[in-house]
Nanobody
Framework: QLQLVESGGGLVQPGGSLKLSCVFSGFTLNYYAVAWFRQAPGKEREGVSCMSKSGENIIDADFVKGRFTISRDIEKNTMYLEMNNLQPEDTAVYYC?????????????????????WGRGTQVTVSS
């Protein structure tokens, strides 16, 4: 059974940092494209960062602006999102997602409809 479990969320002051983790079980991470999404209250879910199955292609949303970094550790079957210079507008529930496809995480956008396996999310709150 495929399972994705996020952790690492919390309350941080503006300008602070957090590192989110997503542990995969039931499948091997290197066979999957992976991504982070987020959803703020009253807003639609939006793509944050996406890594292709090969790990060679990464798409970052414009609002990331070099502040966030997606990565993965194949041996630990875990992916990460390192977030720096967090701002109040980054407040949201963050979700990890995975899809066993070589055609995901290419192009200009990160689309939630490309992913069928999802975690339950971890809350990130940026506030002073």
């Amino acid at each position: 059974q495929l399972q994705l479990v996020e952790s690492g969320g919390g309350l941080v002051q503006p300008g602070g940092s957090l590192k989110l983790s997503c542990v995969f079980s039931g499948f091997t991470l290197n066979y999957y494209a992976v991504a982070w999404f987020r959803q703020a209250p009253g807003k639609e879910r939006e793509g944050v960062s996406c890594m292709s199955k090969s790990g060679e292609n990464i798409i970052d949303a414009d609002f990331v602006k070099g502040r966030f970094t997606i990565s993965r550790d194949i041996e630990k079957n875990t992916m990460y999102l390192e977030m720096n210079n967090l701002q109040p507008e980054d407040t949201a529930v963050y979700y990890c997602a995975a899809e066993p496809s070589s055609y995901v995480c290419f192009g200009m956008s990160i689309r939630s409809r490309d992913f069928r396996s999802w975690g339950r999310g971890t809350q990130v709150t940026v506030s002073s």
